[in-house]
């Protein structure tokens, strides 16, 4: 069975830092591909980042990394936004890559993604 765990959420001001982690089970980094969406209030769902994207929005400020049994995956954001306030969920795809979503919520079945985290809150404060 496939479990996908996030933590690290939480709130901080503009300007600072959050490091996420996603533990998985049943996969790891060898076999899937693992990255975060995140869904802002009353918006839709965004990649943000994977081993071979990282969104505009976030270039150059978050970073992914995983440990080296490939069951964490990271995502450290620094210079933090009100706009990055959003549920960051970590995920999994086991045939392909983790798509692109348009106009659908995180976690929904037409998100086409094999595996969903619970999802975490992260709040930046201006």
């Known amino acids: 069975m496939v479990r996908l765990v996030e933590s690290g959420g939480g709130s901080v001001q503009a300007g600072g830092s959050l490091r996420l982690s996603c533990t998985a089970s049943?996969?790891?980094?060898?076999?899937?591909?693992i990255g975060w969406y995140r869904q802002p209030p009353g918006k839709n769902c965004e990649l943000v980042s994977t081993f071979g994207f990282t969104a505009p929005s976030v270039k150059g400020r978050f970073a992914i990394s995983q440990d080296n049994s490939g069951h964490t995956v990271f995502l450290e954001m620094n210079s933090m936004k009100p706009e990055d306030t959003a549920v960051y969920y970590c995920?999994?795809?086991?045939?392909?890559?983790?798509?692109?979503?348009?106009?659908?919520?995180?976690?929904?079945?037409?998100?086409?993604?094999?595996?969903w985290g619970q999802g975490t809150q992260v709040t930046i404060s201006s």
């Open positions: 049943g996969v790891t980094t060898d076999d899937s591909d």
């Open positions: 995920a999994a795809q086991n045939r392909g890559f983790l798509p692109h979503i348009y106009g659908s919520s995180c976690r929904h079945p037409n998100a086409l993604v094999n595996y």
